[in-house]
């Protein structure tokens, strides 16, 4: 099994000193103090620290976090993309971190790990999920989709984002899903693998491509005080089909539905886009959503079964598989599947 | 022959779960060892609620599978649309299991030789049945190609039933350990 092995942290603090040295142009003799494991998923770990240096315009005071990978994680995540993603979104108005530092190759700080800005605010999907207080999880739902709405608006063409196929893009995601799939399996699934086709057989066409946060849901947003202060974790960020976004936030497994039903979600997303969501895709990348998840479940239980990871929450993720493929033949089956019959 | 009877593994793993429940885990105080504990007992809840269906529904999704695959095969060989090749791969397969069994076995924690065979026809009916929708889809657009892929559908959607029922997700049912007719 893989043990975590953590550095001392004054030594992880002059690594990261020099780091900031080496990513901020501005920065001189940047200070780190106040260095603190948290809980960064299952899939990362995270230290909150905080950040000072002198800049000409004066001295700058950052709270910071640093996103570090570690082996056996649902996916091999590309810090680079994400930090592109990031520092794309730095300065516009959507609440995303602003991207401070890139450590690519973890050359510096001993593993892949970007540096972000930290925000204020509780991640907790339990506690959202299960309020004391149910109108302030709804509220935070409807925020949510406010929220969504203006990423998806993002102009992401001029924003350094575009490659030449991005009319691809929702394909592209979906072999992508399907390769790595593929590539983590243990065994053969063939009605998983026959699903794969069924999504390519039925792809839809977009009304328009987005930045696509790629995995938001409960959990993966900051709140305080009944409000967003920050969408997290960006390792899955892609352009594609902003549908797929809202599919995710309902994912029967932390779907907010109680809160807010997908329909009036989805209205509220409308007047905050100024652009209708077609039903019948919304419809589509809930199958695909299923997919997908089924697709990080059988990678995490693999990780799990070849001692990548000693992550017990792994060990078990290839019984989440049935359940999401039984959805996806139920939506299927009852041959319509639009947003009347998936949102239950 | 008291020992094979009484206390059953789902029993033990029953009982271990909530000794660790009530005893161990309040004394774990560090949240991410907390957090272990608590996948861990969860784990133990499904097994102790499931860690005996496997071989019911290994033998039901074996026949199921190579029933189908048996139909798609005379079907598409009747509309002398391809040649008949899928299951000679899968017997191909089968004439290997018993050499491949001894690996099987210790590596997959089945102790069991007969549901260690089963679980090895099971793969190799699973490779098969991807191989044969693989060619199935490289058909022109024709009837036979549509009847054959609904038939696949349907298969797919029986097995991940018995999937659901193997999870627990699910309670058995007599129905799901029969072939379903076609719809």
Same mark, same amino acid.
């Given at each position: 099994?893989?043990?975590a092995?953590?550095?001392?942290?004054?030594?992880?603090?002059?690594?990261?000193?020099?780091?900031?040295?080496?990513?901020?142009?501005?920065?001189?003799a940047?200070r780190?103090?106040?260095?603190?494991?948290?809980?960064?998923?299952?899939?990362?770990?995270? &230290?909150a620290?905080?950040?000072?240096?002198?800049?000409?315009?004066?001295?700058? +005071?950052?709270p910071?976090i640093?996103l570090?990978?570690?082996?056996?994680?649902?996916?091999?995540?590309?810090?680079?993309?994400?930090?592109?993603?990031?520092?794309?979104?730095?300065? +516009?108005?959507?609440?995303?971190?602003s991207?401070i530092?890139?450590?690519?190759?973890? @050359?510096?700080?001993?593993?892949?790990?970007?540096?972000?800005?930290?925000?204020?605010g509780?991640?907790?999907?339990?506690?959202?999920?299960k309020?004391k207080?149910?109108?302030v999880s709804?509220q935070?739902?409807l925020?949510?989709?406010?929220?969504?709405? @203006?990423?998806?608006?993002?102009?992401w063409?001029?924003?350094?984002?575009?490659? +030449?196929?991005?009319?691809d893009?929702?394909?592209r995601?979906?072999?992508?899903?399907?390769?790595?799939?593929?590539?983590?399996?243990? +065994?053969?699934?063939?009605?998983?693998?026959?699903?794969f086709?069924?999504l390519?057989? #039925?792809?839809?066409?977009?009304?328009?491509?987005s930045?696509? #946060?790629?995995?938001?849901?409960?959990?993966?947003?900051?709140?305080?005080?009944?409000?967003?202060?920050?969408?997290?974790?960006?390792?899955?960020?892609?352009?594609?089909d902003?549908?797929?976004?809202?599919? &995710?936030?309902?994912?029967s497994?932390w779907?907010p539905?109680?809160?807010?039903?997908?329909?009036?979600?989805?209205?509220?997303?409308?007047?905050?886009?100024?652009?209708?969501?077609?039903?019948?895709?919304?419809?589509?990348?809930?199958?695909?959503?299923?997919v997908k998840?089924?697709?990080?479940? *059988?990678?995490?239980?693999?990780?799990f079964?070849s001692?990548?990871?000693?992550?017990?929450?792994?060990?078990?993720r290839?019984a989440?598989?049935p359940?999401?493929?039984a959805?996806?033949?139920a939506?299927i089956?009852?041959?319509?599947?639009?947003?009347?019959?998936?949102?239950? | 022959m008291?020992?094979?009877l009484?206390?059953?593994?789902?029993?033990?793993?029953?009982e271990?779960?909530?000794?660790?429940?009530?005893?161990?885990?309040p004394?774990?105080?560090?949240?991410?060892a907390?957090?272990?504990?608590?996948a861990?007992l969860?784990?133990l809840?499904r097994?102790?609620?499931t &860690?005996?269906?496997?071989?019911?529904?290994?033998?039901?999704?074996?026949?199921?599978?190579?029933?189908?695959?048996?139909?798609?095969?005379?079907?598409?060989?009747?509309d002398?649309? *391809?040649?008949?090749?899928?299951? @000679?791969?899968?017997?191909?397969?089968?004439?290997?299991?018993?050499d491949?069994?001894?690996?099987?076995?210790?590596?997959n924690?089945v102790?069991?030789?007969?549901?260690?065979?089963?679980m090895?026809?099971?793969?190799?009916?699973r490779?098969?049945?991807?191989?044969?929708?693989?060619?199935?889809r490289g058909?022109?657009?024709?009837?036979t190609?549509?009847?054959?892929l @609904?038939?696949? #559908?349907?298969?797919?959607a029986?097995?991940t039933d018995?999937?659901?029922?193997?999870?627990g997700?699910?309670?058995?049912?007599g129905?799901?350990?029969?072939?379903?007719?076609?719809?």
């Amino acid at each position: 099994m893989i043990a975590a092995t953590l550095p001392d942290p004054s030594a992880m603090e002059r690594r990261i000193e020099l780091l900031l040295q080496r990513e901020q142009e501005l920065a001189q003799a940047p200070r780190v103090s106040e260095l603190r494991r948290v809980f960064g998923g299952n899939a990362r770990q995270a &230290w909150a620290f905080e950040a000072e240096w002198d800049e000409p315009s004066g001295l700058r +005071h950052l709270p910071c976090i640093l996103l570090s990978q570690v082996p056996g994680g649902h996916v091999a995540s590309d810090v680079t993309a994400e930090y592109g993603v990031l520092a794309a979104l730095t300065g +516009h108005a959507i609440r995303a971190p602003s991207a401070i530092a890139l450590d690519a190759c973890g @050359d510096v700080t001993g593993a892949p790990a970007i540096i972000l800005e930290r925000f204020n605010g509780s991640a907790d999907a339990v506690a959202f999920l299960k309020p004391k207080n149910p109108a302030v999880s709804q509220q935070l739902t409807l925020e949510l989709a406010d929220v969504t709405a @203006d990423l998806h608006q993002f102009d992401w063409r001029n924003s350094g984002l575009a490659t +030449h196929s991005d009319t691809d893009a929702p394909l592209r995601q979906i072999e992508l899903w399907e390769q790595r799939y593929f590539d983590g399996r243990l +065994h053969p699934q063939p009605p998983l693998t026959h699903l794969f086709h069924w999504l390519k057989d #039925h792809l839809p066409e977009p009304a328009q491509l987005s930045l696509v #946060h790629g995995d938001l849901r409960p959990g993966n947003f900051l709140y305080e005080e009944g409000r967003i202060t920050a969408l997290l974790d960006w390792e899955m960020a892609h352009i594609g089909d902003p549908a797929e976004d809202l599919a &995710w936030i309902y994912r029967s497994l932390w779907s907010p539905e109680k809160f807010v039903p997908l329909e009036v979600f989805a209205r509220r997303y409308e007047a905050r886009a100024g652009a209708p969501v077609d039903r019948e895709r919304l419809a589509y990348y809930r199958i695909f959503s299923e997919v997908k998840f089924a697709t990080l479940s *059988i990678i995490a239980s693999a990780s799990f079964a070849s001692a990548k990871t000693a992550n017990f929450r792994y060990a078990d993720r290839a019984a989440k598989v049935p359940g999401s493929l039984a959805n996806c033949f139920a939506w299927i089956a009852a041959g319509r599947w639009n947003a009347r019959d998936v949102a239950a | 022959m008291h020992v094979m009877l009484q206390p059953d593994v789902g029993q033990l793993l029953r009982e271990l779960r909530t000794a660790l429940g009530e005893t161990v885990l309040p004394a774990v105080i560090e949240p991410g060892a907390s957090r272990q504990l608590k996948a861990a007992l969860h784990l133990l809840g499904r097994l102790s609620r499931t &860690w005996d269906l496997p071989p019911v529904l290994v033998r039901a999704d074996n026949a199921d599978m190579a029933d189908a695959t048996s139909r798609i095969e005379a079907r598409l060989a009747a509309d002398m649309v *391809i040649e008949p090749t899928t299951c @000679d791969s899968a017997r191909e397969y089968s004439a290997r299991e018993n050499d491949s069994l001894a690996e099987l076995a210790p590596r997959n924690g089945v102790n069991d030789p007969a549901l260690a065979t089963e679980m090895a026809r099971n793969l190799s009916l699973r490779s098969a049945l991807e191989a044969l929708e693989q060619r199935v889809r490289g058909l022109p657009v024709c009837e036979t190609k549509s009847l054959c892929l @609904d038939e696949l #559908h349907a298969l797919f959607a029986r097995m991940t039933d018995r999937e659901s029922m193997l999870v627990g997700d699910i309670a058995v049912t007599g129905d799901a350990l029969k072939e379903r007719p076609q719809e």
